[in-house]
């Protein structure tokens, strides 16, 4: 299932390299989502960690002035068991001349 949200990217990182033998290359978003409105031990919003693909996707945005204002497509995905949802595309409400992603 796939779903698109306007949202605030906080941040991103990525990483390409090879830890203890495995070669790893992705990029982590960083998306603001805001506490449940029943939560009692929690206000405001956090800082919610999504997959976005390969290292390449972080060089698409890293023109941009963070935290940035998007419409954030993510896909929600199960294997029968449990669910994972991951970034598919971000597309910055005010760009700043740079690609978006698109994966």
Do not use: C, W
Not at 25 to 41: H, L, Q, R
Not at 71 to 85: A, D, L
């Amino acid at each position: 299932m796939e779903f698109t949200v306007r949202a605030v990217v906080l941040g991103m990182k990525r990483f390409k390299g090879e830890v203890e033998g495995k070669q790893y290359d992705n990029t982590k978003v960083y998306v603001e989502e805001s506490f449940a409105s029943d939560n009692e031990n929690g206000r405001g919003s956090a800082a919610v960690e999504y997959a976005a693909g390969k290292s390449d996707v972080f060089d698409t945005l890293k023109q941009h002035t963070f935290p940035l204002q998007a419409n954030v497509r993510f896909e929600t995905s199960s294997n029968g068991r449990g669910s994972q949802t991951v970034v598919r595309s971000i597309e910055p409400i005010k760009p700043t001349g740079a690609p978006t992603l698109k994966s």
